[in-house]
């Protein structure tokens, strides 16, 4: 993969990398597509990462289908996919973590302890290796993302992080590898996370900024159903991830919650065009 990476940089090519963990669908394909705009060459990864699954979390059972992802990447032109074996990525001696600290406790990090330190060190390791000069990730995965794109700034690394939009199901269900645990009475009951959202949509459209108010419009539309067990439904700093109690800058609506043994995730962006801070930019 290094001696490919450096063939590329030697023929002036630009060269974008989509880390993934495989199992792909739309919003990993989307990645895809973004980073052969933007780019003449693009890598994609496909790695189950063990560092960052907890003890009594799904490693062992997590999605995995490599032939199907190899021929999808391949339909969409891209002709260089690594995909290492854990010992390759974690020698019996390996001993070096990376931690961003502040924001990997929160949220994500308090609920699964040492995940984020897995993310960032797998992360910088792809980044090390292929070399790329751009990067994607998906919104989904807000917290991550902010942590990767938080982590490539302090140790000055080349690879601009590029963040992209949630592909969601018809339905409103944003795009997971995990949904495919869900069974049929499940999957129904986890579109309740798009309504959640949707009832912060219409709260901040009306006025409303109150980080506590908006937090309870949220909740209130969870708790209608009964197969969803909460885990947190939080307005945050889009930067920091620390909550707030008023709306007027660059804010997180965020959601995980669970459905039989399926933990989802989900979010809201509202952003502030300068100049106008009564009406928002939301990303759903």
Do not use: W
């Not at 993969?1 to 990398?17: N, S, V």
């Not at 049929?184 to 980080?211: F, I, S, Y």
Request: aromatic fraction near 6%.
């Amino acid at each position: 993969m290094k001696e490919l990476a450096h063939q590329e940089h030697a023929a002036h090519r630009i060269l974008g990398l989509v880390p993934t963990m495989g199992a792909l669908h739309e919003g990993h394909l989307s990645l895809i597509k973004r980073a052969r705009q933007d780019c003449t060459s693009v890598a994609a990864s496909i790695f189950v990462n063990p560092k960052q699954f907890g003890p009594a979390e799904d490693f062992a059972k997590y999605p995995r289908a490599q032939q199907t992802d190899t021929e999808k990447l391949a339909a969409l032109g891209i002709q260089c996919v690594f995909i290492p074996e854990p010992a390759e990525m974690y020698p019996q001696d390996y001993s070096t973590y990376v931690n961003v600290d502040g924001i990997s406790e929160r949220l994500e990090g308090r609920t699964r302890p040492g995940h984020f330190r897995g993310v960032s060190t797998v992360v910088l390791k792809l980044l090390q290796i292929v070399q790329p000069q751009f990067a994607y990730f998906g919104r989904k995965d807000a917290q991550q993302a902010a942590i990767i794109s938080r982590m490539a700034h302090d140790l000055n690394l080349d690879a601009e992080i590029v963040v992209c939009p949630i592909v969601r199901e018809a339905d409103g269900l944003a795009m997971s590898s995990r949904n495919v645990y869900l069974n049929p009475a499940d999957r129904q009951a986890a579109t309740v996370l798009h309504r959640a959202l949707q009832a912060v949509q219409n709260e901040l459209h009306k006025g409303t900024r109150d980080a506590l108010q908006l937090q309870f419009a949220m909740r209130r539309v969870l708790e209608q159903e009964p197969r969803a067990k909460i885990d947190y439904a939080e307005i945050v700093d889009a930067r920091t991830f620390e909550p707030v109690t008023h709306v007027a800058r660059s804010s997180y609506a965020l959601l995980a919650a669970k459905f039989g043994e399926t933990r989802l995730l989900d979010n809201l962006l509202i952003e502030f065009n300068p100049g106008n801070t009564n009406e928002p930019r939301i990303e759903l």
